[in-house]
């Protein structure tokens, strides 16, 4: 009984495993796109990139109003997550269709915006909101935790197998899988985009952000309007409003 029970178990593993392989070479750990065509006409299209625990659907509900005719939201998916994927895909997407790209990210969202500029995508208009776009943004103790700790869960969750690939952890915009968080937390301290700024127009940094190093993040994004808005990182309900006016602000100095 015992012998069925490991072999039920590694059989579950390393399925898993194989299949993360798999989705790893042939872009199965991506983002999805969910699109929104209102103006066919139209070749401006708006991407909406979200940060841990949260969808972007859900993340920037607050500005409804400036979305325009046209949008995508990149949406997380349960089997896992890679910023240099995603960024991928929607270059992809942007030069299929010859869109002039505008492209809002939410904290670990700026990897993909930071993966988007060093490519060859040219006609981009990138607004970040409490950037996290590498480890060096990170407050203490929040930087340690996840130099040990991400390792640790992603052997874990692999060891899991398919139980982790369950959406069983709630939070903002619905329930995430543990490997979709894991993946995240992992990118967060050990994905490392490079530091292409030239097209990100403008930043909204919260003065009250208790998980970013602000005076470390700043001096990254040299050519960036900057806003500054009274809040925490993850306070999106109660400073919707601020984000709101402060976008409305970099935009309308466009």
């Known amino acids: 009984m015992r012998t069925k029970i490991i072999s039920v178990l590694l059989l579950n593993a390393i399925t898993f495993i194989l299949a993360r392989i798999w989705w790893g070479f042939h872009g199965g750990l991506a983002a ?3 699109t929104h065509i209102g103006d066919t006409e139209d070749t401006t299209m708006t991407y909406f990139i979200a940060g841990n625990l949260n969808q972007a659907d859900t993340a920037f509900d607050f500005m409804k ?3 325009g005719s046209n949008y995508t939201f990149v949406q997380f998916s349960t089997k896992g997550w890679n910023a240099k994927a995603t960024a991928k895909l929607v270059e992809k997407d942007i030069r299929e269709h010859g869109y002039h790209a505008r492209i809002f990210t939410m904290s670990l969202g700026d990897h993909v915006a930071r993966y988007l500029e060093h490519g060859p995508c040219e006609d981009l208009e990138i607004y970040a909101v409490n950037p996290c776009p590498n480890r060096k943004a990170l407050a203490p103790p929040l930087d ?4 040990f700790a991400a390792p640790v869960a992603e052997v874990v969750c692999h060891a899991l197998g398919w139980i982790s690939y369950l959406p069983i952890v709630p939070s903002w915009g619905g329930t995430y899988s543990p490997i979709l968080l ?3 937390y992992w990118c ?3 994905d490392y985009p490079p530091m292409d700024t030239d097209q990100t127009r403008g930043v ?3 003065m009250g952000d208790e998980l970013l190093e602000n005076r470390v993040v700043e001096p990254m994004y040299p050519n960036a309007d900057i806003r500054y808005i009274n809040a925490g990182h993850s306070d999106i309900v109660n400073s919707a409003t601020k984000e709101y006016n402060a976008i409305r602000k970099l935009l309308k100095k466009e």
């Open 144 to 147: 340690t935790v996840l130099c």
């Open 204 to 206: 909204i940094y919260s």
């Open 32 to 34: 999805t796109l969910e």
């Open 182 to 184: 894991i993946d995240q």
């Open 188 to 190: 967060i301290y050990y």
């Open 65 to 67: 109003s400036e979305f």
